[in-house]
């Protein structure tokens, strides 16, 4: 089945270290995003990818990374400098950037928990 | 610059009674426009989009919206609720980003409860 893959579901992570979510998706999309969402905020971007090699700052880069070295791969970076972590992840692909008539496929997210 | 407000953070009806969520937009331009949904910690799925066709607009699952320019609303409605609809709803606003494309602004979300 064609869709946007996250892994894991769930992780935690120890004060200090980073770690890396996964996203993978098969509907062969240009464009890829992450996006944070925090209880009663909705979501916010993170960081945006139209092509591969090439990614755009959203609008909470800060304390994280990511990468675009695949089309079907956008992996994001939960770097220590980000102060507040615990969150639910989302990412997200459209077939080219986003315009008025495309819409963004989303995958089932992963919870990240500071411990 | 483009946003969204949900007017109600929690909706609770009765199974077969009538849904309403409310949303406003505030956009410069004439906006695209999007409800979708998300059922507990899964991702997000579209229920409709308005893009300056038609004003009403009808999604998945029985629900429909109304673009109102002159209210700048895009409500969500739905005859009759299901047990299964309960879930939150996000309303989306399509907003410019460089390079042409667009990115999906979110409202805060509005939690559906659906009761026997």
């Known amino acids: 089945d064609g869709g946007i893959t996250q892994s894991p579901k769930y992780l935690f992570r120890k004060e200090g270290q980073n770690v890396t979510l996964s996203c993978e998706q098969n509907?062969?999309?240009?464009?890829m995003y992450w996006y944070r969402q925090d209880p009663g905020q909705g979501l916010r971007l993170i960081y945006y990818?139209?092509?591969?090699?090439?990614?755009q700052k959203g609008d909470i880069a800060e304390g994280y990374s990511v990468s675009r070295e695949k089309k079907e791969s956008f992996p994001l970076t939960v770097t220590s400098a980000q102060k507040n972590p615990t969150a639910f992840y989302l990412c997200?692909?459209?077939?080219?950037?986003?315009?008025?008539?495309?819409?963004?496929?989303f995958g089932q997210g992963t919870r990240l928990t500071v411990v | 610059a483009q946003s969204v407000t949900q007017l109600d953070s929690h909706v609770s009806v009765s199974e077969g009674t009538p849904v309403l969520l409310r949303c406003n937009y505030s956009?410069?331009?004439?906006?695209?426009l999007f409800w979708y949904v998300q059922h507990p910690n899964k991702g997000l799925q579209l229920l409709l989009k308005?893009?300056?066709?038609?004003?009403l607009v009808k999604g998945i699952n029985g629900f429909e919206a109304e673009f109102k320019k002159s209210e700048t609303s895009f409500h969500l409605t739905k005859p009759s609720a299901h047990m299964s609809d309960a879930a939150e709803y996000f309303c989306?606003?399509?907003?410019?980003?460089?390079?042409?494309?667009?990115?999906?602004?979110f409202g805060a979300g509005t939690r559906l409860a659906v009761h026997p």
């Open positions: 997200a692909s459209s077939i080219l950037g986003l315009s008025m008539n495309t819409e963004a496929f």
């Open positions: 956009s410069s331009y004439s906006p695209s």
């Open positions: 308005y893009t300056s066709a038609a004003t």
């Open positions: 990818s139209q092509i591969v090699n090439d990614f």
């Open positions: 509907l062969n999309h240009d464009a």
């Open positions: 989306v606003v399509s907003s410019p980003l460089s390079g042409g494309y667009n990115k999906l602004i």
